[in-house]
């Protein structure tokens, strides 16, 4: 039997993470009904032809390269069950061999082992031995929700999808900084909604914690770069320049969990702020007006501080303030948890202080001081 999706899930010292991944894997196919739709097979006369990029007046208002997942016409249910596991650890000194032995009998998994060389090389290893026709990555800190699998399969009911994403969400069960970091990361107020929200400020590009890819399109353009940080935003890049056409479902999402804490936050943001300079120069143009914002909120807070040696009034604070109102306001909205609408406004000013301040490290690193790329992003990607 053909094996329609290969779940691929880099690990690094996170055995308790992944046990709760593969645990929502096993609810999921243990609740599982044949409620899909069986995408038809791509024809072969059409796979030769030459790829191109959706044609917006052919399908409404989209952005080239990118079209949201329709239904089409009722066709054969199909299973949804038909997917393996490969979990590659990443070098680990805390090792997951053990977990992945509890559940050979739920799931079909198999566990690869290599030396550290960075989440990118640990997804790349997971496609190699992938027997599916659709790669699945998946983040470990990420919980998978009933219902996922069936969002997919109706979505891929549209041949003309080569890859894709959906969003995240924070659990009920999620701590109150947890649930601020996950409002940090997905609000428009914070991200201008480009990590796929319905508002957004620029294209969407799937990201690795939860995307799908069709291996064929995955392996043309060489799967994910040696990048440390950035690079599934790379390949997602690469893939649309090279005609591969992708596609937001929204119904398509997970929990992610995320950093716990807000030092470790900063650093996850200030790597992505780093990366994005390295992206527009591997890229040209991909770097937007929202991508700058962080920074100029950083440089606005520098003003204002040194403002304070100059006057007492301390009149730069008042947006400031009135900044923090405005998340915490719709953070409750969005959370309905007080606790977490508390922690809204630092964790928000976390992310955009560690972003604007990576994003203006890496500009000066690389077009000031002529750094090479790679010089800035030699540190382990997961301390």
Not at 27 to 45: N, S, T
Request: with cysteine; hydrophobic share 40%; charged share 25%.
């Amino acid at each position: 039997m053909t094996i329609r999706y290969s779940i691929i899930i880099p690990v690094y010292n996170r055995p308790d993470e992944l046990r709760e991944l593969l645990d929502s894997l096993v609810h999921i196919k243990k609740a599982d009904k044949p409620v899909g739709r069986m995408a038809p097979e791509k024809d072969p006369q059409r796979d030769s032809e030459p790829k191109s990029k959706v044609d917006p007046s052919h399908r409404g208002k989209t952005e080239p390269g990118v079209e949201k997942a329709q239904n089409s016409d009722p066709l054969p249910e199909r299973n949804t069950l038909n997917w393996e596991v490969i979990v590659v650890e990443d070098g680990s000194s805390i090792r997951s061999d053990e977990v992945c032995d509890r559940f050979s009998g739920d799931l079909e998994i198999r566990y690869l082992f290599q030396e550290n060389a960075g989440p990118a090389a640990a997804r790349n290893t997971g496609a190699k031995s992938a027997r599916g026709e659709w790669l699945l990555f998946f983040d470990s800190d990420c919980i998978i929700p009933q219902g996922y699998f069936e969002a997919v399969e109706k979505a891929l009911v549209d041949t003309s999808i080569d890859f894709f994403g959906g969003p995240d969400r924070a659990a009920a069960e999620f701590s109150a900084t947890q649930k601020a970091i996950d409002y940090a990361m997905t609000s428009f107020l914070t991200t201008g909604g480009i990590r796929g929200g319905r508002r957004k400020l620029d294209k969407y590009y799937p990201r690795s914690f939860n995307k799908g890819v069709r291996k064929a399109a995955f392996l043309d353009v060489g799967g994910f770069s040696g990048l440390r940080f950035g690079e599934d935003l790379d390949l997602s890049m690469r893939l649309m320049q090279a005609g591969y056409r992708s596609s937001l479902i929204e119904d398509a999402w997970v929990y992610h969990k995320r950093r716990t804490d807000l030092k470790k936050f900063f650093k996850q943001v200030y790597n992505s702020g780093m990366a994005r300079v390295v992206l527009n120069r591997l890229h040209p143009g991909t770097m937007k007006t929202v991508h700058l914002l962080p920074s100029l909120f950083v440089l606005y807070l520098i003003a204002a501080v040194i403002s304070l040696f100059f006057s007492n009034d301390g009149i730069l604070w008042y947006p400031v303030g009135i900044l923090a109102v405005i998340l915490f306001i719709d953070g409750f909205r969005s959370t309905g948890d007080i606790g977490a609408s508390l922690m809204v406004p630092p964790a928000s000013f976390v992310q955009l202080c560690g972003y604007g301040t990576g994003l203006i490290h890496s500009l000066v690193l690389i077009h000031i001081l002529g750094r090479n790329r790679a010089s800035a992003f030699e540190k382990n990607f997961y301390k």
